[in-house]
Nanobody
Framework: QLQLVESGGGLVQSGGSLRLSCAASGGTLDTYAIGWFRQAPGKEREGVSC????????YYADSVKGRFTISKDNAKNTVYLQMNSLKPMDAAVYYC??????????????????WGQGTQVTVSS
């Protein structure tokens, strides 16, 4: 069973940057679609960015296009989310996920995939 551990969250000022990392163990990511999701208090979890196993296809939520970048380092078995120009609306718990059978339209992992425990991102205005 693939296990995922997120890191890199924290407090940042509006306009600042953070890079989230997601280290995988118990399997290799090269055959998994990967994704980052977030959930703010009182809101539903939303897909932020996803990438197909081949890395050819990517998905970004409209709210983060041009500001966030997803990437994967197969040698390190780690997924990243570079977040620039952060806004208070980006504050949430961020989760990484991986799935061998992702959503066909977005290539995002499904609830049946492997999920991390989350890392908190707080953006001060």
């Amino acid at each position: 069973q693939l296990q995922l551990v997120e890191s890199g969250g924290g407090l940042v000022q509006s306009g600042g940057s953070l890079r989230l990392s997601c280290a995988a163990s118990g399997g290799t990511l090269d055959t998994y679609a990967i994704g980052w999701f977030r959930q703010a208090p009182g809101k539903e979890r939303e897909g932020v960015s996803c990438m197909s196993a081949s890395t050819v296809s990517t998905y970004y939520a409209d709210s983060v296009k041009g500001r966030f970048t997803i990437s994967k380092d197969n040698a390190k078995n780690t997924v990243y989310l570079q977040m620039n120009s952060l806004k208070p609306m980006d504050a949430a718990v961020y989760y990484c996920a991986a799935d061998l059978r992702p959503s066909i339209d977005t290539m995002c992992p499904t609830p049946n995939g492997s999920w991390g425990q989350g890392t908190q991102v707080t953006v001060s205005s």
